[in-house]
C-alpha cells in the first residue's frame, strides 16, 4: 500500500513552491552578498587612498620643513656676528611657526575630508546593505 500512495496535489505544490521561494531568496542574498563585497572593497579601497594622501602630505611637509631647515643653517653657518646669528634664528623660528601652523591646518584639512568622504561611503554601503537585507525577506 506505501508503494502505492500518492502524493497529494496540494502537498506538491506547496513543496513546489516552497522550493521556488527559497531558490529566490538564496539568489537574491547571494547577489547582496556579492555586492556587499564589493562595496566593502571600495570602501577599503578609500580607506587607503586616505592614508596615502595623508602619508603624502606628512612627507611633503617633512621635506620642505627639513630644506627650510638645512637653509637657515646655511645663512647662519655664514653670519659674521652673534647679532646676526640671533636675527637669522629668530626669523628662522617666527617663519616656520608660521609655516607650521598653515601645515597643521592643512592636514587636518586634508584629513576631516578623507574622514567626511569615507563616512558617507560608509554610510551609503549600509544603507544599501540594510536595503537588500529588508528585501531578501
Known amino acids: 500500500a506505501a508503494k502505492e500512495a500518492r502524493i497529494p496535489e496540494p502537498v506538491k505544490a506547496m513543496v513546489s513552491e516552497g522550493l521556488v521561494s527559497s531558490r529566490k531568496a538564496f539568489d537574491v542574498a547571494t547577489a547582496a552578498a556579492r555586492d556587499n563585497v564589493r562595496t566593502a572593497e571600495t570602501v ?10 595623508l602619508s603624502e602630505k606628512l612627507i611633503e611637509n617633512t621635506t620642505e620643513n627639513t630644506e627650510a631647515l638645512f637653509a637657515a643653517a646655511q645663512k647662519i653657518a655664514k653670519a659674521q656676528t652673534l647679532p646676526e646669528v640671533a636675527q637669522l634664528q629668530a626669523d628662522f623660528v617666527k617663519t616656520q611657526f608660521t609655516t607650521a601652523t598653515a601645515q597643521t591646518q592643512e592636514f587636518f584639512k586634508l584629513s576631516s575630508e578623507i574622514s567626511k568622504a569615507m563616512f558617507t561611503e560608509m554610510q551609503a554601503a549600509a544603507s544599501k546593505s540594510f536595503e537588500q537585507f529588508r528585501n531578501v525577506r
Open 44 to 53: 577599503m579601497a578609500s580607506v587607503q587612498s586616505g592614508a596615502k594622501s
